[in-house]
């Protein structure tokens, strides 16, 4: 386990309707569920009380890259996303690659016996605990933090 830093990260899964949010353990070993935070103008002060209550040193927002690796139509929204978060909290936030985190997540669920209706309230959890745990392991592999640090807010000029 080279240079992996210590501390609970939170996992952000951000959807037009819902956003979830997963966290791992201190020693990054495993992504557990949180909560599905329904999207709207509080979205952004109820992952910063989550990130307080689990005390944690970063959060990570899934980047929803298409599977070229470019934009997709959800990407802005992410980034926008992340950018809330990084402009109402002194934690470091992060842009991770997600592709594939929801589609994993389906599978999963679908994989356990869950139809797609019956899974519709986590499957945003398990998205950010799948795109959270990658996440950890790249960390883990590669000894450097994943992602793309999202820069704090400029005051408007």
Known sequence: ????????RLGIDVGKARVGVARSDPDGLLATPVETVPRNDDSVARILVLAEEHTAVE?????PLSLSGGDSASTGDAREFAAALAAASALPVRLVDERL??????AALRESGRS???SRSIVDQVAAVVLLQQALDVEKNSGRPPGTPVPPAQEPA
């Open 59 to 63: 959060i990570l927002v899934g980047l």
């Open 101 to 106: 985190s929801t589609v994993s997540a389906h």
């Open 1 to 8: 386990m080279t240079g992996f830093r210590r501390g609970v």
């Open 116 to 118: 797609q209706r019956s």
